[in-house]
């Protein structure tokens, strides 16, 4: 077991390249499934779980080559569809949330899809109705055994068709949408998730010789074609590390750059940390963080009430970057209630933060309130348990900014997402060691 020695106190000070993004990769290397031809996937994250997914395609026979840092060519020509049912895939297909998109590809190309109860954060109850439901319009047949949690779809042909998702499910929609490209006719996808990383399968998708219009809105057409071919594709920067790194400048009082963000692509994250009273610069694609050496002071409503900040489905605030905005309230002047709609047991990491000093009454799962310090008074170094990715991050951006040496155990739920994030983060400043525990 690793853990992470910090040494917080410290102003941190230079520039920050996100990594790609970890829910893009997962959706486009499961996209490789669909052609038999050459796909060539630049910026992929060198993260837990995008490496756990390139190896079970690889199990699953597809032809992987490295090229370089971040780029690798796909080719899913001659699959091993026996690992599906061997012993080995439920053990590896459990082990995180993405996996559950190699099923439409499969169904869409073999007639057959089958995965284990994914993994991911335990952050509350993770349904997967919405994808499951969306393949048995397609025409699929479902089974599910509860013994072993294995869900499987069989179809012989798919056919196009109107549906109106329950839920803007994000994994749901990609995981739809990659069923009907190769459906007879057409499919209509209303109340489909539209986040930018969605916009981007759809475009590779595309680009393979898809047809999908309504890119970017809630309601998705898909005319089916027979085959797809091959392409090349590049993965979008991460916003919840853009919005990671934003939190941690401002908590730190640090300045920082974070480069090459993709701006248009960010949607209300700058203006969310800004009602935080954070400076958020665009000079060019690049975000500029100046050192908030007097602190932030969170904003008010018009008439003068507290501010809520909630998660929404795409165009909303991500649910993945609330665990960060809490805790850089902790530090500002003045109060917030941040509001976790999505996720039940995502705020329940608080207790640390309330441990560590800072100010935080949790009203309910869903519910905190943060009342600020305004830095006069420094968060206590602590030792921590790291609950799930984001937590994970929200609990290192904060024992950056305290006082003395903490310890974080559990790391692994950090290197799920954030890419060699120890060395990235020394490069600016940052005293923290990995140690073997
Ligand atoms: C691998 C991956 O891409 N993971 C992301 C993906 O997970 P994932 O695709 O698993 O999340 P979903 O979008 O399916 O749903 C998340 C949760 O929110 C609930 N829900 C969803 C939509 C909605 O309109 N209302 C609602 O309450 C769902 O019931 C579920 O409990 O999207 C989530 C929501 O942005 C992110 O937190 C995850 O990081
Ligand atoms: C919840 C997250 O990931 P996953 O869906 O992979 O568990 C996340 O990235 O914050």
Redo the contacts with the bound molecule.
């Keep these: 077991m690793e853990i992470f020695k910090i040494e917080g106190g410290h102003q941190l000070k230079g520039s920050i390249q996100p990594q790609g993004a ?2 893009e990769a ?2 486009i290397l499961c996209a490789v499934l669909l052609t038999p031809e050459l796909v060539t996937i630049h910026n992929i994250p060198d993260i837990v ?1 995008v490496n756990k997914l390139i190896s079970l395609l690889k199990k699953l026979g597809v032809k992987i080559e490295k090229q370089s840092q971040g780029t690798y060519t796909f080719q899913a020509d001659n699959l091993n569809l026996k690992y599906l049912e061997s012993p080995e895939f439920k053990e590896d297909g459990k082990g ?3 996996s ?2 190699i099923v439409g590809p499969l169904l869409a190309r073999f007639g057959k899809g089958y995965i284990p109860k994914p993994g ?2 335990k ?6 109705d ?1 994808h499951f439901e969306g393949f048995i319009k397609l025409g699929a047949k479902f089974r599910y055994s509860r013994e072993d949690h294995f869900y499987g779809v069989e179809a012989d042909k798919l056919k196009g068709t109107y549906m109106l998702l329950e ?8 995981n739809i949408v990659m069923a009907a490209v190769l459906a007879e006719g057409q499919t209509t996808i209303y ?1 489909a ?1 539209c ?1 930018p ?1 969605l916009q981007q399968l759809c475009k590779m998708l595309n680009r393979m010789g898809a047809k999908i219009s309504g890119i970017g809105s809630n309601m998705l057409i898909i005319d089916g074609v027979n085959s797809l071919e091959g392409t090349e594709h590049r993965m979008l920067p991460d916003m ?1 590390e853009i919005g990671s790194w934003i939190g941690l400048a401002a908590m730190t009082k640090s300045e920082l750059t974070i480069t090459n963000v993709s701006w248009d692509d960010l949607g209300v994250i700058p203006s969310v940390f800004r009602k935080l009273g954070i400076t958020v610069e665009r000079q060019g694609d690049d975000i500029h963080i100046p050192a908030h050496t007097d602190g932030y002071e969170i904003q008010s409503y018009i008439d003068g009430s507290i501010l809520t900040i909630s ?4 165009p909303g605030f ?3 970057l609330l665990s960060i905005i809490l805790v850089v309230a902790t530090q500002a002047r003045g109060s917030v209630l941040v509001h976790q ?4 047991s995502r705020l329940f990491f608080v207790d640390k933060l309330i441990d560590m000093g800072a100010k935080i009454i949790l009203c309910d799962p869903h519910r905190a309130t943060v009342i600020g310090h305004d830095f006069k008074s420094t968060l206590k170094a602590t030792t921590m348990t790291s609950p799930d990715i984001r937590a994970g991050v929200s609990l290192l951006i904060a024992a950056l900014s305290a006082k003395g040496t903490s310890t974080i155990m559990n790391i692994e739920q950090i290197d799920r997402g954030y890419e060699n994030i120890d060395e990235r983060l020394r490069a600016i400043g940052a005293r923290i060691e990995r140690v073997k525990a």
């Excluded at 952050?123 to 997967?128: K, N, S, V």
């Excluded at 803007?168 to 929609?173: E, K, P």
């Design positions: 970890k829910n997962l959706q779980d995180l949330r993405g559950i998109m991911g954060d952050i509350g109850r993770r349904r997967l919405t839920e803007a499910s994000v994994t749901g929609t990609a109340n998730a986040e990383y919840i998660d929404a489905p795409w991500t649910p993945d709609k999505m996720f039940e």
